[in-house]
C-alpha cells in the first residue's frame, strides 16, 4: 500500500535528536512555558522574520487568540474563505464573531481578492488569509484591501511553514499569524501544537497573557484567559524538526515538480504554478470530473489519497445556522466535488512516485 502520508521516514532520520530532545526535557523536571519553548519562540519568530513567536496549543486555538487579542468578538464580522479547514471559521465563531465567507479563485484555490469588496461592511473586522494546500494566499492585494478599509490582516498559515512571498516568509506577511504543529503538517510535533507570530508588541503582550490564564504574574489574572501553551517536549521536538524544515521542503517540492511534469494535464486540473518559493506542497492536488471513479480506482491499486476538502465550510452541517445555501460559492463547491489529495511525504521512493502517476494517468484515461 501506498500511503497517503508517512511520518516514519522523517523520524527515523532524526530519531537520535528526538531522543535527546526528550531526555533534556525529562531531566529538567519542567514540562509547562520552560527553556525549551522560550528556545523554541525566538527560533521560530527568526525562521518567519518576525519579533514575536507565542506558542500555543493548536493552530485553532492560535487562530481563536489572535481574534481576542484584538478585541475581535459580538457583533463583527471577519472574512474567510468558504473552501479551508473549518478551523478558520471556527476560530471566528469561539470569539463571538461571525465568519463570512468569500469564494476561491479558479487557479490558485486561495481566497479570491476580487470577490472580498462586496463583503465588507461596518461590521468587518478582519479579513483570515488562509495559505491553502501551501500556496502564499494573494497577499499583495489582500493588504491593499485591508489598509483602504482598516481591517486586520491575519495569516492562516497552517499548511505553509516556510512559505515565501519574495524574500519574506508566511507568518511575516500581514499583521498576526497562526501556525499549526499537528504532526502531519509540514512543520509537525509529535501532538498537538501551535503557535503566533507577530511584530506587534502590543499584540504579542496580549497574547502572552491570554494563552496562560490570562496571567504574566503567577496568581494575577489580568484578563479571563485560557490554558493554552505549547508544552517543553513538543517544543523540545519542534527545535529538531525546524532545523531540517527547508530541506523537507525542498524534498516536497521535488515529489511536486515530477507530479507536474509527468500527470495527463490535458485530462486533470494540476496545480497552477507560479514562483517555486512561494508554494511548500503541504497538499498537492488534482481536480478531476469523476472523482469517485478515480480514487475508487487508485484505491484498488492500493494507492491512497484524500479530499481536502469534501463539503466547503458554509455547507457544513456546524453553519446551517447561517443559512447558506449550495450554490451560493459556485467555485469552492465545484472543487469540493472534484479534488483528490495525492500522496506526498518526505521519503517517498521514486518506484511509489511512479506507480502513482502510471495509476492516475490510467485511471483518468478510462474514465473520459
Ligand atoms: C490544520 C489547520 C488548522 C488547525 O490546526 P490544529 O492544530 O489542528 O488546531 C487551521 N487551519 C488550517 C488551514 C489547517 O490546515
Known amino acids: 500500500m501506498i500511503a497517503y502520508s508517512d511520518l516514519r521516514p522523517i523520524h527515523n532520520q532524526i530519531r537520535a535528536e528526538l531522543d535527546e530532545a526528550y531526555r533534556r526535557v525529562m531531566d529538567s523536571g519542567w514540562f509547562i512555558t520552560g527553556n525549551e519553548l522560550a528556545q523554541f519562540e525566538k527560533e521560530f519568530a527568526a525562521y518567519c522574520g518576525t519579533k514575536y513567536c507565542i506558542g500555543v496549543g493548536n493552530g485553532l486555538d492560535a487562530l481563536h487568540i489572535i481574534l481576542r487579542a484584538y478585541g475581535i468578538g459580538a457583533g463583527d464580522d471577519v472574512l474567510v474563505p468558504a473552501n479551508t479547514f473549518i478551523a478558520t471559521a471556527l476560530a471566528v465563531s469561539y470569539a463571538g464573531?461571525?465568519?463570512?465567507?468569500?469564494?476561491?479563485?479558479?487557479?490558485?484555490y486561495n481566497m479570491d481578492p476580487a470577490l472580498v469588496e462586496d463583503k465588507i461592511t461596518v461590521h468587518t473586522k478582519a479579513i483570515i488569509a488562509v495559505h491553502l494546500y501551501g500556496r502564499v494566499a494573494d497577499i499583495r492585494a489582500l493588504r491593499e484591501i485591508a489598509d483602504r478599509y482598516g481591517l486586520k490582516l491575519i495569516e492562516d498559515a497552517a499548511q505553509a511553514h516556510g512559505a515565501q512571498l519574495n524574500e519574506k516568509r508566511t507568518g511575516s506577511l500581514g499583521d498576526a499569524a497562526g501556525f499549526s504543529f499537528y504532526p502531519g503538517k509540514n512543520l509537525g510535533a509529535l501532538g498537538d501544537g501551535g503557535a503566533i507570530t507577530t511584530s506587534d508588541e502590543e499584540l504579542a503582550e496580549r497574547i502572552y497573557t491570554l494563552r496562560n490564564y490570562g496571567s504574566r504574574e503567577k496568581y494575577h489574572h489580568?484578563?479571563?484567559?485560557?490554558?493554552?501553551r505549547l508544552d517543553e517536549l513538543q517544543a523540545a521536538f519542534l527545535r529538531v524538526k525546524l532545523k531540517y524544515l527547508d530541506e523537507w521542503t525542498k524534498e516536497r517540492r521535488r515529489i511536486a515538480d515530477y507530479y507536474l511534469r509527468t500527470l495527463d494535464a490535458e485530462k486533470m486540473k494540476l496545480p497552477y504554478t507560479e514562483v517555486k518559493q512561494s508554494n511548500v506542497w503541504h497538499i498537492f492536488p488534482v481536480m478531476v470530473k469523476d472523482k469517485k471513479t478515480v480514487q475508487d480506482y487508485l484505491s484498488r491499486h492500493d494507492i491512497q489519497t484524500l479530499n481536502h476538502y469534501p463539503i466547503p465550510v458554509h455547507l457544513q452541517g456546524a453553519y446551517k445556522e447561517s443559512g447558506y445555501t449550495a450554490g451560493t460559492f459556485p467555485t469552492a463547491e465545484r472543487y469540493a466535488k472534484e479534488e483528490i489529495s495525492l500522496p506526498l511525504w518526505v521519503g517517498m521512493s521514486q518506484e511509489e512516485l511512479e506507480e502513482i502517476v502510471k495509476c492516475l494517468n490510467d485511471a483518468i484515461a478510462k474514465s473520459h
Open 222 to 228: 489580568e484578563l479571563q484567559g485560557f490554558n493554552s
Open 97 to 108: 464573531a461571525t465568519p463570512v465567507f468569500v469564494d476561491c479563485d479558479k487557479d490558485t
